[in-house]
């Protein structure tokens, strides 16, 4: 499909939706609020406008996660939800349209070791201090609350509802991830997507019957979900290997001093001046068994060699009685230090999770968390190792706000004590759970 044209979300998804069976597990609060997402019409905002977007979106870093506009949704939501992790801080919240069309759920991202960055901004919302967040505003004798989760919601518990003196509820995260997830796969439009070089965002239809499938979050750790239905899940593996590996390998080996730096770094390097491939040991390919040239055969491999030849060349710069790292690391580039490392994690990644997805039948395998932030070399690895391992049988599906699952998890959890009921009485607005 051509990135230009984007396919026609199905008039009638949201009807056969609801009419599924879903297993009420939810908890009720002591004071519930009241957050009852209407989602007809939603859709990303590509740009400062009032209409969908009609182009595909180029990869993204950083802070540049597109909020989402619901034109339709009227009442008021009297909370923000926080998913803090070991490495990335992720905040939703809603703001009304200040001409009355609507409203669009918001998402902002902190460095953890910053917390203060992030109850700061919270304080800001909490508060509606309207020079510093214009929109930010909210009924006067409506108590806002915060729900949390990931492990800085126990960590950072008493910080936060000390600063900002307000209710905190604690999520479960991997429950929010599974409801923060079956919220994108099935009500916002454009959002689901495979990627490949001649179609780096191919957009896939919205979808009624998801289940089962393969969640792999990738944040500072893995887990891999197997989810079975809503609210039916198991974790059925994982890695020490993930983002926070990465980020600290690099910020070890390179200048770089941010995540989004070190992404850019690896977008200007040549991995092949520091990983030894297939054509280095054979020539050229190995066909027989299905390997090409430019296969990596290992990670660093060409590393030991080139510095073994460099300390026979010359002395090595000495501090202390030791070689200096700064010297030894100086031989290589660090953007093709980078650009290996972002390799070498995610081919390792890539290969865990088909084998995961193998050994208990899954088909839709969909990545998630903060680690990809739409770097195409990140979605291009993991789609080119699903595919070459299950020989075309399994794709990989990404998200544009594949940081935010949990946060939208934790944001859609704050429910009303009848919402099971409500659910599915056609006269009220959707309940997303």
Same mark, same amino acid.
């Given at each position: 499909?051509?990135?230009?044209?984007?396919?026609?979300?199905?008039?009638?998804?949201?009807?056969?939706?609801?009419?599924?069976?879903?297993?009420?597990?939810?908890?009720?609060?002591?004071?519930?609020?009241?957050?009852?997402?209407?989602?007809?019409?939603?859709?990303?905002?590509?740009?400062?406008?009032?209409?969908?977007?009609?182009? *595909?979106?180029?990869?993204?870093?950083?802070?540049?996660?597109?909020?989402?506009?619901?034109?339709?949704?009227?009442?008021?939501?009297?909370?923000?939800?926080?998913?803090?992790?070991?490495?990335?801080?992720?905040?939703?919240?809603?703001?009304?349209?200040?001409?009355?069309?609507?409203?669009?759920?918001?998402?902002?991202?902190?460095?953890?070791?910053?917390?203060?960055?992030?109850?700061?901004?919270?304080?800001?919302?909490?508060? *509606?201090?309207?020079?510093?967040?214009?929109?930010?505003?909210?009924?006067?004798?409506?108590?806002?609350?915060?729900?949390?989760?990931?492990?800085?919601?126990?960590? &950072?518990?008493?910080?936060? $509802?000390?600063?900002?003196?307000? %209710?905190? &509820?604690?999520?479960?995260?991997?429950?929010?991830?599974?409801?923060?997830?079956?919220?994108?796969?099935?009500?916002?439009?454009?959002?689901?997507?495979?990627?490949?070089?001649?179609?780096?965002?191919?957009?896939?239809?919205?979808?009624?019957?998801? &289940?089962?499938?393969?969640?792999?979050?990738?944040?500072?750790?893995?887990?891999?979900?197997?989810?079975?239905?809503? #609210? #039916?899940?198991?974790?059925?593996?994982?890695?020490?290997?993930?983002?926070?590996?990465?980020?600290?390998?690099?910020?070890?080996?390179?200048?770089?001093?941010?995540?989004?730096?070190?992404?850019?770094?690896?977008?200007?390097?040549?991995?092949?001046?520091?990983?030894?491939?297939?054509?280095?040991?054979?020539?050229?390919?190995?066909?027989?068994?299905?390997?090409?040239?430019?296969?990596?055969?290992?990670?660093?491999?060409?590393?030991?060699?080139? #510095?073994?030849?460099?300390?026979?060349?010359?002395?090595?710069?000495?501090?202390?009685?030791?070689?200096?790292?700064?010297?030894?690391?100086?031989?290589?580039?660090?953007?093709?230090?980078?650009?290996?490392?972002?390799?070498?994690?995610?081919?390792?990644?890539? $290969?865990?999770?088909?084998?995961?997805? #193998?050994?208990?039948?899954?088909?839709?395998?969909?990545?998630?968390?903060?680690?990809?932030?739409?770097?195409?070399?990140?979605?291009?690895?993991?789609?080119?190792?699903?595919?070459?391992?299950?020989?075309?049988?399994?794709?990989?599906?990404?998200?544009?706000?594949?940081?935010?699952?949990?946060?939208?998890?934790?944001?859609?959890?704050? %429910?009303?004590?009848?919402?099971?009921?409500?659910?599915?009485?056609?006269?009220?607005?959707?309940?997303?759970?």
């Amino acid at each position: 499909m051509r990135p230009d044209v984007l396919p026609s979300r199905p008039t009638n998804s949201e009807d056969t939706l609801a009419e599924r069976p879903r297993k009420n597990t939810f908890e009720q609060l002591d004071q519930p609020g009241s957050v009852r997402i209407n989602v007809q019409g939603a859709f990303i905002v590509d740009e400062e406008s009032n209409s969908p977007p009609r182009t *595909g979106s180029p990869a993204r870093y950083g802070q540049d996660t597109k909020d989402i506009r619901l034109p339709h949704h009227k009442s008021e939501v009297s909370h923000m939800a926080a998913d803090i992790g070991g490495s990335l801080a992720k905040l939703v919240y809603f703001t009304r349209d200040p001409n009355g069309q609507g409203g669009k759920l918001n998402f902002k991202s902190f460095e953890t070791e910053k917390i203060d960055e992030l109850i700061s901004y919270m304080d800001c919302l909490v508060n *509606g201090e309207r020079e510093k967040l214009p929109h930010a505003t909210r009924p006067l004798d409506e108590p806002l609350y915060v729900m949390a989760t990931g492990g800085g919601a126990y960590k &950072y518990f008493d910080k936060i $509802q000390e600063t900002l003196g307000v %209710q905190i &509820y604690r999520e479960d995260e991997m429950e929010c991830l599974i409801v923060g997830l079956d919220f994108f796969i099935t009500e916002i439009p454009y959002e689901v997507f495979t990627y490949s070089e001649d179609d780096p965002m191919h957009f896939e239809e919205a979808r009624v019957d998801i &289940y089962p499938y393969l969640l792999v979050n990738i944040g500072s750790g893995v887990s891999m979900i197997k989810v079975s239905g809503p #609210q #039916q899940f198991e974790r059925i593996g994982g890695s020490s290997l993930g983002g926070g590996t990465l980020w600290g390998l690099l910020a070890l080996l390179t200048p770089a001093r941010t995540f989004d730096e070190m992404l850019g770094m690896a977008e200007r390097g040549d991995n092949t001046n520091v990983d030894m491939l297939v054509g280095d040991i054979y020539g050229g390919g190995y066909e027989k068994i299905g390997l090409k040239a430019t296969t990596i055969a290992s990670s660093f491999g060409k590393v030991f060699k080139k #510095q073994t030849e460099a300390i026979t060349e010359s002395e090595v710069v000495m501090e202390n009685g030791a070689a200096s790292s700064n010297g030894r690391c100086g031989r290589f580039a660090a953007e093709d230090i980078s650009r290996s490392l972002l390799y070498m994690v995610s081919n390792n990644i890539g $290969q865990i999770a088909y084998l995961q997805a #193998q050994n208990h039948n899954l088909q839709h395998i969909y990545f998630g968390g903060s680690f990809i932030r739409g770097h195409h070399q990140t979605m291009h690895t993991l789609s080119f190792g699903m595919r070459y391992w299950s020989k075309g049988t399994k794709k990989a599906y990404f998200l544009r706000h594949e940081g935010y699952l949990g946060a939208v998890g934790a944001f859609l959890r704050r %429910q009303p004590r009848n919402w099971y009921e409500n659910y599915f009485n056609p006269h009220v607005h959707k309940r997303v759970g």
